[in-house]
């Protein structure tokens, strides 16, 4: 059975709060790309292999976009959308316009946070037709600390129902007192039951640009192989210029790996799309 027949029948992943959970159902691999690059020139190429590698190897990944990254390199992204459109294996989604903060303590006024949302969710209409429904947040050096959650302030509860008023239903994990690298949750505590938490975690500006804990194949391996088991939900977060650019991966190794490995360890791949159309379905 291959991924595209597969996942009309597969089932929300285990230990998901909010969503349901069951000790037959496999743990969730959600595999990201921040997709941001502004330098038309070095990140050639990316959006051709990337979809070669998934193909190939039946991976599924989404793509939260980056708007401003968008117009930079339009006539990329155009034909982007134009080859993945209706491969199950993809899902493009938001990272901002300008890769503004969501979550800190001296962030940006909810209007302009607002704006910049209004502004990205414009381009992706304009270039892959369709509004997005999920947004990864951006992290930021220059707005201060983050809060530990959208339950936190004043502030981070408003942020949260800016999005949900923009038509989000998808968004990180981040709640006081959940585990946002591992849980799948909901939002009703906060007024959003409609809307789903992802994990995220895992990325690779730390354990591969920056080599945190070592050698990168060898630390992500061993993460798989300790979470697969206790039936925990991974996330994986790459960059395309952390990947293409700057460590030179340009066969997307650690993506191949990431996934033979994942599945070897019992572990479902998944879209971020796909999470929450299950998760609509149970809370329906």
């Given at each position: 059975?291959?991924?595209r027949?597969f996942?009309?029948t597969?089932?929300?992943?285990a230990?998901a709060?909010?969503?349901?959970?069951?000790?037959?159902?496999?743990?969730?691999m959600?595999i990201?790309?921040?997709?941001?690059?502004?330098q038309?020139?070095?990140i050639?190429?990316?959006?051709?292999?990337?979809v070669s590698v998934?193909?190939?190897?039946?991976?599924?990944?989404s793509?939260?976009?980056l708007?401003?990254a968008?117009?930079?390199?339009e006539s990329e992204f155009?034909?982007?959308?134009?080859e993945?459109?209706?491969?199950?294996?993809?899902?493009?989604?938001?990272?901002?316009?300008s890769?503004?903060?969501?979550g800190?303590?001296e962030?940006k006024?909810?209007?302009?946070?607002?704006a910049?949302?209004?502004?990205s969710?414009s381009?992706h209409?304009e270039?892959?037709?369709k509004?997005?429904i999920?947004v990864s947040?951006c992290?930021t050096s220059v707005?201060g600390p983050?809060?530990t959650g959208?339950?936190?302030?004043e502030?981070?509860?408003a942020?949260?129902d800016?999005l949900?008023?923009?038509?989000v239903?998808m968004?990180?994990?981040?709640?006081t007192?959940?585990?946002g690298a591992?849980?799948?949750v909901d939002?009703?505590?906060?007024?959003?039951?409609?809307?789903?938490?992802f994990?995220?975690?895992?990325?690779?500006?730390?354990?591969?640009?920056g080599?945190?804990f070592?050698d990168?194949?060898?630390?992500i391996?061993s993460?798989?192989?300790?979470?697969?088991?206790l039936g925990k939900?991974m996330?994986?977060?790459?960059?395309?210029d952390?990947?293409?650019?700057?460590?030179?991966?340009?066969e997307l190794?650690?993506m191949k790996?990431?996934a033979?490995?994942?599945?070897?360890?019992?572990?479902?791949?998944?879209?971020?799309?796909?999470?929450?159309?299950r998760f609509r379905?149970r809370?329906v």
């Open positions: 059975m291959t991924r027949q996942m009309n597969a089932v929300l992943g230990a709060i909010g969503l349901g959970s069951s000790r037959s159902e496999k743990p969730r959600i990201r790309f921040d997709t941001e690059s502004r038309r020139e070095e050639k190429g990316f959006f051709e292999k990337v998934q193909r190939t190897h039946d991976i599924p990944a793509f939260f976009c708007g401003a968008i117009v930079m390199r155009r034909a982007f959308s134009q993945i459109r209706g491969d199950p294996l993809f899902d493009t989604q938001d990272h901002s316009y890769h503004i903060g969501i800190y303590s962030g006024s909810i209007e302009v946070l607002r910049d949302y209004e502004e969710f381009v209409e270039v892959f037709g509004r997005p999920g947040l992290g707005d983050h809060v959208f339950d936190a302030t502030k981070s509860r942020e949260l800016m949900a008023g923009l038509g239903r968004v990180n994990t981040f709640l007192g959940h585990n591992h849980e799948f939002y009703s505590d906060l007024g959003h039951p409609e809307m789903m938490g994990p995220s975690a895992n990325s690779d500006n730390g354990w591969v640009r080599r945190k070592g990168p194949a060898e630390h391996v993460e798989i192989k300790k979470n697969g088991p939900n996330a994986i977060m790459f960059h395309d952390t990947e293409w650019i700057d460590v030179n991966d340009k190794d650690l790996l990431i033979e490995v994942a599945r070897d360890n019992g572990y479902e791949l998944s879209t971020h799309l796909e999470c929450y159309e379905r809370m």
